[in-house]
């Protein structure tokens, strides 16, 4: 049988590419972060690019944005007046974000807002159409409880690394485990929502507002 990686790979290699200013972001990414393994990657993105073009969604929030890499596949579905919202703490990451979104054929339509995302939300107007939670996972609770409320009913929600590298199905004891296990757990037993939880590379947790 193949191990996780193998079957990983086979799948980005019988993925579309991406264009050429996410691959520029993907090796700048690399090259300029500690942390690489947080961006969404071609086939993630590619997954979130085709969730926004099959939406259309005139609005999106995102909820961490690194360095604007999925915030870019989620633009890609934006109908000309649409907007996308994205949230990132780490202010150190802005002017190369904000590089890629001015480079885009996007821009225009895509804001970033550089804070604590419990700051921020509460200054956005809703409705949103897709929603993407991708900041600290101990605070993904918080989040989901403050975004639900502004997404539209039949609106989508994502949350990415549920999984949290096998450890959650492992039933590891560390904080950041415990928290996504209660995350999912809020998530499928709230009948707000009806949800999807997929194996897609650290796992992506999928609610529609009902």
Same mark, same amino acid.
């Given at each position: 049988?193949?191990?996780?990686?193998?079957?990983?790979?086979?799948?980005?290699?019988?993925?579309?590419?991406?264009?050429?200013?996410?691959?520029?972001?993907?090796?700048?990414?690399?090259?300029?972060?500690?942390?690489?393994?947080?961006?969404?990657?071609?086939?993630?993105?590619?997954?979130?690019?085709?969730?926004?073009?099959?939406?259309?969604?005139?609005?999106?929030?995102?909820?961490?944005?690194?360095?604007?890499?999925?915030?870019?596949?989620?633009?890609?579905? @934006?109908?000309?007046? =649409?907007? &996308?919202?994205? !949230?990132?703490?780490?202010?150190?990451?802005? %002017? $190369?974000?904000?590089?890629?979104?001015?480079?885009?054929?996007?821009?225009?339509?895509?804001?970033?807002?550089?804070?604590?995302?419990?700051?921020?939300?509460?200054?956005?107007?809703?409705?949103?159409?897709?929603? @993407?939670?991708?900041? =600290?996972? &101990?605070?993904? !609770?918080?989040?989901?409880?403050?975004?639900? %409320? $502004?997404?539209?009913?039949?609106?989508?929600?994502?949350?990415?690394?549920?999984?949290?590298?096998?450890?959650?199905?492992?039933?590891?004891?560390?904080?950041?485990?415990?928290?996504?296990?209660a995350f999912n757990e809020l998530v499928h037993r709230d009948?707000?929502?009806?949800?999807?939880?997929?194996?897609?590379?650290?796992? $992506?947790?999928?609610?529609?507002?009902?």
């Open positions: 049988m193949p191990n996780q990686h193998t079957t990983a790979l086979y799948c980005e290699e019988h993925t579309s590419t991406p264009d050429a200013l996410l691959l520029e972001l993907e090796r700048e990414t690399h090259l300029r972060t500690l942390s690489p393994q947080m961006l969404s990657g071609r086939l993630q993105g590619q997954f979130l690019r085709f969730i926004s073009l099959m939406l259309r969604p005139e609005r999106v929030l995102e909820v961490g944005t690194f360095t604007g890499y999925s915030a870019l596949c989620l633009a890609a579905g @934006l109908p000309e007046h =649409g907007i &996308l919202h994205t !949230i990132e703490a780490n202010d150190e990451l802005a %002017p $190369l974000i904000r590089n890629y979104f001015d480079r885009s054929p996007h821009a225009g339509r895509l804001t970033l807002h550089v804070g604590d995302a419990a700051d921020v939300i509460p200054t956005l107007e809703g409705p949103f159409d897709l929603v @993407l939670l991708d900041a =600290g996972k &101990l605070d993904y !609770i918080q989040h989901y409880h403050m975004v639900l %409320p $502004l997404l539209q009913p039949g609106g989508i929600l994502l949350a990415d690394n549920v999984l949290w590298d096998g450890k959650v199905v492992q039933n590891e004891q560390d904080d950041t485990t415990r928290a996504l296990r009948d707000r929502v009806e949800n999807l939880l997929l194996p897609l590379r650290d796992g $992506l947790m999928m609610a529609r507002k009902k």
